[in-house]
Every structure is written in structure tokens, then in C-alpha cells.
């Protein structure tokens, strides 16, 4: 039976099901699969450090998490296209002494797009939120067809420079700062910020914007059931939660980890047995 030593390296992760929810497809898959919390709080040494010695103690790999995604980059020996073009890395993979980093928050993302809401339009579409998260979703939006992406964050900086590296991977035009009534006229809305989630709780926009025309996605998930998609549901609008995108991260690290082919869908079974837990990092 192979043998995997993974962990998950992030600040506050204490809580996380990433361990619980690795380990159990692992074992559906018949690998002998050990995944441990490496926190940055807990081990008061900074991510260059942890990343050194979990190459030393023989990791196969690591999930990377908040305020890691990017501290990491310059300890790493190569990076995968996707990560190269995000700028940002949450899976290491430990190969022949080599460290890797991969990103695949946007391909989770795009994988969920297409199994929870496979026909909808994606011509226009609005993002709320340009950090980490929101990033890896305009990527997978634009590689997925959208032919105008507005981008909207409290810091317009940081939109502005989401927006100038979208338009340098994929041309000029296919994305442009925006407003929250850009909502109005959009075939989509995705919320890509920390509202609704438990310890920000409210919605990220005057709920008078949403139409029943409007498809919404949330990546939050704790709660599945956030305010915005409450109100979008009540408005008549298809919407996704955000446990799907979680999931199928988690099974693309699996993946790039240990070579084997995770279930999908049975990994999304055992993400709801275990969603009643408390709350966590990803």
C-alpha cells in the first residue's frame, strides 16, 4: 500500500476538515494517507521555514492557506502554469528533492461552475471581491468564455490590478472595474469576499439588484446557505453554494499529490456528513 505524509500549512487552521476530508477519500482509494496541521501561529517559525522542513521530514506535499498563498512563492524551485499566472499557490507537491506549487482553487472553482450550474450564460458576468480568492474565480471565469468580467472591490487598487493581469493573460477588454450595479444588466454574480461568512455576517450588496435573469455563486460555505444566496434564492435566481469549489480543490490536491483519480462525488458526500462541524480554514 502506498504511503503519503501530506499537511496543510495556513494561520488559525486548527478547526480545518481538509485533514478529515483527505484522509477518507485516501482510504476509499486504499492509500495509507497521514495529513497533518502545520499552523503558523502554533509553530512561531514563517512559512519558508515549515516549508524547509516538511521537504527534510519527507512530506509528498502541502496545502497552502491563508496568508500563505503567496509568502511561499520564493521558497519554491517551480511553478505550474496555473499558479504562475495567478500569482498565488495553495498545493506544494515534493518531487525528487523539487518543490513545486500548483494552484488548483481555480479549477475547483470552474469544475464547480460546471456541475452545480452547467447552462447558464456566461457572457457578462460581475465578481465581488479581487483578494486571493477572487483572483483564481476571474481566471477560471474568463478561461471559461465570459467575454466581460466587471470586477468589484472596496479596494480599487486591488481591482485595478486584478484587471491589468487578466487583460495580460487574456487580452484587452475582457475585463474592466466596476461598480455593484454593474449587477443590473449581468448574466451572473460571484461573491468571492468573507461576507456571510459566520464571523462577517450580512450581505455583500443592496439585495434590490438581484433579478430572477441573475445566476448566483458564493464561495463561501460556512454557512452553505449565506445571506446572498437566501436573498437570491427568495428572488428567483439559480444559485451555487461554495462547498463544491472546496471540494474539488481538495480532490485536484489529492490528485496531484498521490497520482491516484479521487471521486468526486463521493468526496462531496463526505464534505456534508462532516459541514455540521465547526467552523474552518480550507
Given at each position: ?17 481538509s485533514p478529515a476530508l483527505h484522509e477518507r477519500e485516501a482510504a476509499e482509494l486504499g492509500l495509507r494517507y497521514s495529513y ?5 501561529d502554533v509553530l512561531g517559525a514563517p512559512v519558508g521555514e515549515v516549508l524547509a522542513a516538511a521537504r527534510a521530514e519527507g ?58 450550474l452547467p447552462d447558464v450564460a456566461l457572457r457578462n458576468v460581475v465578481l465581488l471581491g479581487a483578494g486571493g480568492a477572487g ?148
Amino acid at each position: 500500500m502506498s504511503s503519503y505524509l501530506i499537511g496543510l500549512v495556513g494561520s488559525g487552521i486548527g478547526p480545518s476538515l481538509s485533514p478529515a476530508l483527505h484522509e477518507r477519500e485516501a482510504a476509499e482509494l486504499g492509500l495509507r494517507y497521514s495529513y497533518r496541521l502545520l499552523d503558523l501561529d502554533v509553530l512561531g517559525a514563517p512559512v519558508g521555514e515549515v516549508l524547509a522542513a516538511a521537504r527534510a521530514e519527507g512530506f509528498a506535499g502541502l496545502n497552502i492557506t491563508h496568508p500563505a498563498k503567496q509568502a511561499v512563492l520564493p521558497h519554491l524551485d517551480a511553478l505550474a502554469e496555473e499558479a504562475d499566472a495567478l500569482g498565488a499557490v495553495n498545493t506544494v507537491v515534493f518531487d525528487g528533492g523539487r518543490a513545486t506549487g500548483h494552484n488548483t482553487d481555480a479549477t475547483g472553482f470552474a469544475r464547480s461552475l460546471r456541475r452545480g450550474l452547467p447552462d447558464v450564460a456566461l457572457r457578462n458576468v460581475v465578481l465581488l471581491g479581487a483578494g486571493g480568492a477572487g483572483v483564481a474565480v476571474a481566471h477560471a471565469l474568463l478561461a471559461l468564455g465570459t467575454e466581460r468580467l466587471g470586477v468589484h472591490d472596496v479596494d480599487q487598487d486591488r481591482s485595478a490590478a486584478l484587471v491589468a493581469a487578466l487583460e495580460r493573460r487574456f487580452g484587452a477588454g475582457r475585463a474592466v472595474t466596476c461598480g455593484p450595479e454593474a449587477v443590473r444588466t449581468a448574466d451572473g454574480l460571484v461573491h468571492a469576499t468573507p461576507t456571510g461568512m459566520a464571523a462577517h455576517p450580512g450581505l455583500p450588496l443592496d439585495e434590490s439588484l438581484l433579478r430572477e435573469e441573475l445566476w448566483v455563486a458564493d464561495i463561501v460555505y460556512r454557512p452553505l446557505e449565506t445571506a446572498l444566496l437566501a436573498a437570491a434564492r427568495a428572488r428567483g435566481c439559480r444559485v451555487l453554494h461554495g462547498g463544491g469549489m472546496v471540494v474539488l480543490q481538495a480532490a485536484e490536491s489529492l490528485r496531484l499529490f498521490t497520482g491516484a483519480d479521487p471521486d468526486a462525488d463521493r468526496m462531496l458526500a463526505h464534505f456534508e456528513e462532516l459541514e455540521g462541524e465547526p467552523a474552518h480554514a480550507s
